[in-house]
């Protein structure tokens, strides 16, 4: 047995920058139907929303606490601002944008990434759009990409209200009726019938404020044989005392249409991170979810397929690393719910340097889902010796007819594969990134070059001081 | 009440985390029918019977348990230092309801067990199955089990690798028939260095039955070089039934192996051409495949009586 050091975790300056807070709106901490009010009301909700978010705030003072994870006991609701509102308003340029918030944007490399490789961007700040911009040729497709605040008071109002938290009520669990309640921002994307939107659309979130939570909302509806690649990004900048971001994710898979939807998660490590993502796939759709889970300090993030139509598909890839002071519960669930449905997962998760992983999921087989194909592969990978990695899948098969399989292994680096690395010229150090970054291959094979660079660069960031 | 918690639970609405069963008080005891061969001391303890093992033995101590309503039979098997042990546990119902059988090992130093349980209540009676073991340095224990015929057997494994180079295998044959219900939790704790377990379970489910397998490896700090490995095979004949399988991987320790698999589904269709082909009914295919998975955990009982009475029942 080897002998390790420890060197502190580098400072993640690239994502840990902060402006302050003093000129942005703010409603108290803390959750009563005053502050839902106050929130419905700065943003001009129709009479529905304002009670669906009444009604919300009443669920989630009623049903309990089911976590079955890591201890939120660090997250007190009664200290979380839930509504942040920067001091602008949106736009569609980039120059309009305060500066503070621009060159926060211009620093993630967001306005760059838009010019070069997406189609769209939007880009939250705390709990409000601030850009938000679509490349003319795809707006002229019919394809659209706004806030959900605008798109409740258009032509696609109706649409809205047909979709809003039908995936995830706010029934589901306590932080969706949280998010119910108070949810601001988003994106609202339609993909008319037989649209292929060639190039990424990208949202990104970005926390600024202390103690503040991000309850954005991103619904997705891609109609029949058309095509969209959504990419998500958030950050944060890391402060002491704990933020919250509740998230709703709702994607609407039509007949034969197909969604991937990328996320590079990298909240700093105060975050509480309770977000929910789910997709129904209809006759021949198919969803593909690629998730890179790096930040937070606790993170609970399953995202969920339906396979509601025959023949729909779904694809999870993802990778999890989790350092110092983290303690991330990822994985997916699937419901395999009509006939030859299949779906596959295959993910990756990494525990270092006292940092928790654990893995979870659920695959579930109904009646209906008769020739039905399920996968799910699953590796961990142990860096060091005061680290964790649990894995946690389920499957519940009502169907014989059906083919189910399932894989895991937790695992070490192999001291024969660094050898052999050290004797090419690479120090110890650059050998267990690289083979760390090879073990998340996985996922960064499936992201566009930049945003895979990105993730490469996010592991050996993470890697540097783990010397073995 | 609650049994056969899982140690680290998952969603509620997976019904997976535990099996709930009515308040029920086990005031019955019941004493097995022994065949002990020489060599092995035989005492009774609280409620239950203490096995002794002071020399190896390559005899079977026999312990038939026919179980009876709110029934309750105890236990014990130690086996000495450097000894060796065999145990066929043999369960079945005299009168419908619940009965509970609670058996634990303790293997010293150098020990080895092998220990037997065929569990076959009836169409009338269920049975609550405990298991507690603990392992000590280079010790051996080998499980097999197999449950063909209950219509409700809820059975949990709970083992504890204390000692360095300790082994554990679990070889588990099933069959879960129409309306019936098997439910197991088996949880494997590895302490020391060195230590391994490899569980494989396989099973059948025919239309409406209903089967759960948690299977927890547990890797605990400081157990360096360990391995833990468990598979589930299961086939399904039928339609519709219900099998829920969660195989668990818990690790605190960095220099481990952890795997698990599992396959779920039904007869391969180019088997079941082939054998059509030649002549071999849809029916009479079903019943040879879920015989061969049975067969495979009787033959490592080594015990032809044992063997011949699964096999005759099984034929039936």
């Not at chain 2, 008080?25 to 409620?47: I, K, Q, R, S, Y």
């Amino acid at each position: 047995m080897k002998e390790k050091t420890h060197i502190d975790d580098i400072n993640r300056s690239i994502y840990d920058f902060r402006f302050s807070d003093e000129n942005a709106y703010k409603v108290n901490s803390g959750l009563t139907p005053d502050i839902v009010k106050q929130i419905s009301e700065e943003k001009g909700d129709p009479e529905w929303m304002r009670e669906f978010r009444l009604k919300s705030l009443e669920i989630f003072n009623r049903i309990p606490m089911t976590l079955a994870g890591p201890s939120i006991e660090g997250l007190n609701m009664d200290n979380i601002v839930t509504y942040v509102r920067p001091n602008t308003k949106m736009h569609a340029d980039w120059d309009e944008v305060p500066e503070e918030i621009k060159e926060t944007f211009e620093r993630l490399g967001i306005p760059q990434a838009e010019r070069e490789s997406l189609a769209g961007v939007g880009a939250q700040y705390d709990s409000e759009l601030v850009y938000h911009n679509i490349r003319e040729d795809v707006a002229a497709q019919g394809v659209i990409y706004t806030d959900i605040e605008s798109a409740l008071h258009g032509p696609y109002a109706e649409m809205i209200k047909e979709h809003f938290m039908k995936l995830i009520p706010p029934t589901d669990h306590k932080f969706a009726a949280l998010h119910g309640a108070v949810w601001s921002g988003g994106s609202f994307v339609y993909v008319p019938k037989g649209v292929s939107v060639e190039i990424p659309l990208q949202s990104y979130f970005r926390l600024n404020a202390p103690g503040a939570g991000q309850f954005e909302h991103t619904l997705i509806i891609v109609d029949e044989g058309a095509y969209l690649h959504f990419i998500e990004g958030c950050s944060a900048p890391k402060y002491n005392i704990a933020n919250l971001h509740a998230g709703a994710v709702e994607l609407f898979v039509g007949k034969n249409a197909k969604i991937r939807y990328s996320t590079i998660e990298n909240w700093s490590k105060n975050m509480y991170n309770l977000n929910t993502k789910r997709a129904i796939v209809e006759e021949g759709g198919s969803i593909e979810w690629v998730s890179g889970s790096f930040g937070s300090h606790v993170s609970y993030l399953y995202p969920m397929s339906i396979l509601n139509g025959r023949g729909a598909k779904s694809e999870f890839t993802g990778v999890t690393f989790a350092g110092k002071d983290q303690d991330l519960d990822t994985g997916c669930k699937v419901v395999l719910n009509a006939p030859e449905t299949t779906s596959y997962v295959n993910t990756r998760s990494i525990s270092k340097d006292g940092g928790i992983n654990t893995f979870r999921s659920s695959v579930v087989v109904t009646e209906k889902a008769k020739g039905s194909k399920s996968a799910v592969s699953c590796q961990s990978l142990m860096v060091d010796n005061i680290s964790r990695s649990d894995t946690i899948p389920a499957m519940d098969i009502r169907c014989a007819d059906c083919d189910v399989g399932h894989e895991a292994t937790i695992g070490r680096i192999s001291d024969d594969t660094v050898f052999y690395l050290m004797s090419r010229g690479l120090s110890e150090e650059e050998a267990r990134a690289l083979i760390v970054s090879g073990f998340a291959d996985n996922v960064s094979k499936e992201l566009p070059l930049e945003y895979a660079v990105e993730m490469n660069n996010l592991i050996r960031l993470e890697m540097v001081g783990v010397i073995g | 009440m609650k049994i056969n918690q899982m140690p680290a639970i998952t969603w509620g609405r997976l019904d997976v985390n535990e099996a709930v069963i009515d308040d029920i008080e086990f005031a019955n005891p019941l004493h097995p029918a022994e065949t002990v061969p020489a060599g092995v001391d035989a005492d009774d303890f609280e409620e239950g019977r203490k096995y002794t093992f002071h020399t190896s033995q390559e005899v079977p101590l026999r312990l038939d348990i026919a179980t009876e309503d709110r029934s309750s039979t105890k236990i014990d098997i130690v086996v000495e230092e450097g000894m060796s042990a065999f145990v066929i546990e043999n369960i079945s119902s005299a009168e419908a309801g619940t009965g509970l059988i609670e058996t634990s090992y303790s293997l010293a130093a150098n020990a080895s067990l092998k220990f037997v349980q065929i569990v076959r209540t009836g169409e009338d009676a269920k049975a609550v199955n405990r298991i507690k073991g603990n392992v000590a340095e280079d010790a051996d224990v080998s499980v097999i089990q197999i449950f063909t015929d209950s219509k409700a057997n809820y059975t949990e494994l709970k083992s504890d690798l204390d000692g360095n180079r300790s082994h554990l295998t679990a070889d588990i044959g099933y069959i879960v028939k129409t309306d019936d219900l098997l439910d197991m939790n088996y949880v494997i704790t590895h302490k020391g260095k060195l230590s391994e377990s490899l569980l494989t379970i396989d099973g059948v489910l025919y239309d409406g039955a209903s089967k759960t397998f948690r299977g927890t490896i547990d890797l605990k700090h400081g157990c360096a070089g360990a391995k833990g490995t468990e598979n589930e095979n299961v086939l399904l004949i039928g339609d519709s039934m219900t099998n829920k399988t969660v195989p668990v991987i818990l690790c605190d320790e960095e220099d481990v192996e952890g795997n698990h698999g599992a396959t779920i589904g039904k007869l391969d269709e180019d088997l079941v051409f082939y054998l059509e082909s030649r002549g071999i009914d849809r029916d009479s295919i079903d019943r040879i495949m879920a015989d061969a998975r049975i067969r495979r955990v009787a033959s490592l009982i080594g015990d032809e009586e044992t063997v011949k009475t699964i096999l005759d029942e099984e034929q039936e």
